[in-house]
C-alpha cells in the first residue's frame, strides 16, 4: 500500500508563489508516473502536472511556464513549485501515483489565491 502525503499550501496573494509536496511512503518513482491534479468547488479534477519514471514532465496548458514538477528520489518526494499564481489557480491539490494496476491519491492540501 502506498500512501501520498501532500503538504504546503496556503493562502497566497496573486503573483505569489507556493512549493507543494508529496511525501510517498515507499519509493515508487521507478513503478509510477507521479503528478498533481487539482479540484476547484463545482468543478472536475484536472490535470495539472506530471512527471514519468523517465523524467519527463507534462504540464496543462494553463500553468505551462509557471508551474515546475520535479522529484528528489532520495527522499520519495514529489514537489509543484508555483508560480505567477493567479486566482484561478485557487483548488485542493492532489498528488497522485498512476500504476499499470491502480493508481493512489493522497489526501489534498487546499491552495488560496487572494488580496
Known amino acids: 500500500q502506498v500512501q501520498l502525503v501532500e503538504s504546503g499550501g496556503g493562502l497566497v496573494q496573486p503573483g505569489g508563489s507556493l512549493r507543494l509536496s508529496c511525501a510517498a511512503s515507499?519509493?515508487?518513482?521507478?513503478?509510477?508516473?507521479m503528478g498533481w491534479y487539482r479540484q476547484a468547488p463545482e468543478k472536475q479534477r484536472e490535470l495539472v502536472a506530471t512527471i514519468t519514471r523517465g523524467g519527463r514532465t507534462n504540464y496543462a496548458d494553463s500553468v505551462k511556464g509557471r508551474f515546475t514538477i520535479s522529484r528528489d528520489t532520495a527522499k520519495n518526494t514529489v514537489y509543484l513549485q508555483m508560480n505567477s499564481l493567479k486566482p484561478e489557480d485557487a483548488a485542493v491539490y492532489y498528488c497522485?501515483?498512476?500504476?499499470?494496476?491502480?493508481?493512489?491519491w493522497g489526501q489534498g492540501t487546499q491552495v488560496t489565491v487572494s488580496s
Open positions: 497522485n501515483a498512476h500504476g499499470s494496476v491502480r493508481d493512489f
Open positions: 515507499v519509493s515508487i518513482f521507478n513503478s509510477y508516473v
